[in-house]
């Protein structure tokens, strides 16, 4: 294809425009061959596919016709593969402090590692670059294994993909915990990547924060994820993580995306669940201007269990869009989802879910739940469940709820003193509170709660 990419879906013959997410680029990153021709064959791939487009079901009430990915390129330090420079080091290590103690740390800055720490030998978790890994070749994309549009893009230009590999039988109670800071100038484009293998048998827990270093969300003396959406420099964030959690296992994840007002994401979660595996994945959305996640959880394994849950909180004019996929591919297998958010002022909020039971998933047993809190007359949530069933004895369930906050509520506090204002903030506390309490992984619970009521403490009466 030469030095340059056509856009996706023009006539090969066009005047070449998008030069700056291409093969020869892709295969120009530092790592191992194999590395070197994956990256290669994913930018080959992303550039002779469409992009996606709202008409595509999948991209449905998105605003992904407004990306015009002229306006960026891979952010400098990944193409160059010089040191990513300097990380607000301070803040960092506040943030990361009031989550407790943990197993291990890892930060990437801009995708490439900066911080390597562990407090427990490689025969428990083994932390380290997929490309330094003897196994590197074979656990990226093990789960993740045919990705399209962005994910494509990730793999082409990931510059520096972490794997935490949990051996087999091992148990730790504090959690490994990465940090992707994203930083910058304008129309720089990230890669943060991510694959955790959750060996046979073992226990482990994630906590995956991606933070913009520039926009003062990372900011408190708790090194708490503030609401205020800081600076609105426009870049692209696509991050992807890969959860294989083995037969027997047990993986608490919870993820957390608190990224400046100017910043497109479109992240990607896939999950593979073994036999009697279980999976409990928190995902948390604070920032942002157009922010979505997809999060894909295939139970793969006779009796294995996944639990997902999300909370979002939308201001300003973001959108939030959650897509989720529970596919149960085995037999007795259960999945569990609630997604709960709020959108204020001229937000917007999506969530389309499927709960998908194949052929031979007898006995499978699904939930799928999500509530949303409208809390102006200028924002707006989309809700979008749907149910696909290939296979008889099984249970599956589906809801959702959009609207106001209940003025039966707010009376009941108004009439005893409480100002209007206030009122709207205790309620939509509580609205929270339930979800807030399920976070997996014990020492991320305050951090998340603060979170979620410094949103709630700028809703207006």
């Known amino acids: 294809m030469g030095t340059e990419a056509r856009r996706p879906g023009l006539d090969p013959r066009e005047v070449p425009i998008l030069p700056t997410f291409t093969p020869d680029i892709a295969a120009a990153l530092p790592g191992p061959s194999w590395l070197t021709r994956r990256r290669a ?78 407090t427990v030998g490689d025969d428990v978790i083994s932390l380290g ?11 990226l994309g093990a789960v993740l294994a045919d990705p399209r549009d962005f994910p494509l893009l990730n793999d082409a230009f990931a510059p520096d993909p972490v794997v935490i590999d949990v051996q087999d039988s091992s148990m730790t109670a504090d959690p490994v915990i990465v ?3 994203v930083t910058g100038t304008a129309g720089e484009a990230v890669f943060p990547r991510t694959v955790v293998r959750a060996g046979a048998g073992s226990t482990a827990s994630v ?23 800081g600076d609105a420099t426009e870049r692209l964030v696509v991050p992807v993580t890969e959860l294989a959690v083995g037969d027997g296992a047990t993986l ?87 997604f709960m958010g709020a959108v204020a002022d001229t937000s917007h909020s999506v969530y389309s879910g499927l709960i998908r039971v194949r052929r031979g998933a007898v006995k499978s047993d699904a939930v799928q739940t999500n509530h949303n809190l409208v809390l102006d007359e200028g924002a707006h949530a989309d809700s979008v469940p749907n149910l696909d069933i290939e296979e008889n004895d099984v249970k599956c369930s589906h ?21 209007p204002e206030r009122a709207e903030q205790l309620i939509v506390a509580g609205f929270f509170e339930s979800i807030a309490d399920q976070v997996p992984v014990p020492g991320t619970h305050d951090l998340v709660a603060r979170a979620l009521a410094a949103r709630a403490g700028g809703t207006r009466g």
């Open 41 to 118: 064959a994913a930018a080959e791939a992303f550039a002779d596919s469409p992009l996606p487009t709202e008409k595509d079901e999948v991209w449905r009430y998105s605003r992904i016709d407004e990306l015009d990915l002229d306006r960026f390129g891979p952010a400098g330090s990944i193409r160059t593969g010089d040191d990513p420079g300097p990380s607000p080091s301070d803040r960092i290590h506040s943030l990361v402090d009031g989550l407790g103690p943990r197993s291990g740390l890892v930060v990437t800055i801009n995708g490439v590692l900066a911080t390597l720490a562990s």
């Open 207 to 229: 906590v995956e924060i991606v933070v913009d270093a520039d926009s003062g969300i990372l900011a408190g003396s708790r090194g708490d994820l503030l609401s205020s959406p």
């Open 252 to 338: 608490s994840y919870v993820s957390i995306q608190s990224l400046g007002a100017g910043t497109w994401q479109l992240a990607h979660q896939a999950s593979t669940i073994g036999a009697d595996a279980t999976l409990s994945s928190y995902a948390v959305a604070l920032g942002g201007s157009y922010a979505r996640l997809r999060t894909d959880s295939a139970l793969v394994g006779e009796s294995g269990t996944s639990s997902l849950r999300a909370a979002f909180f939308g201001r300003g004019d973001q959108m939030l869009d959650f897509r989720t996929l529970q596919d149960h591919r085995a037999p007795r297998t259960t999945s569990d989802l609630l």
């Open 129 to 139: 670059r997929a490309a330094d890994h003897p196994d590197g070749a074979a656990l």
């Open 179 to 181: 940090v992707h800071v």
């Open 399 to 419: 809801g959702s709820t959009v609207g106001p906050v209940d003025e039966d509520q707010r009376y009941y506090l108004e009439s005893r003193g409480v100002k």
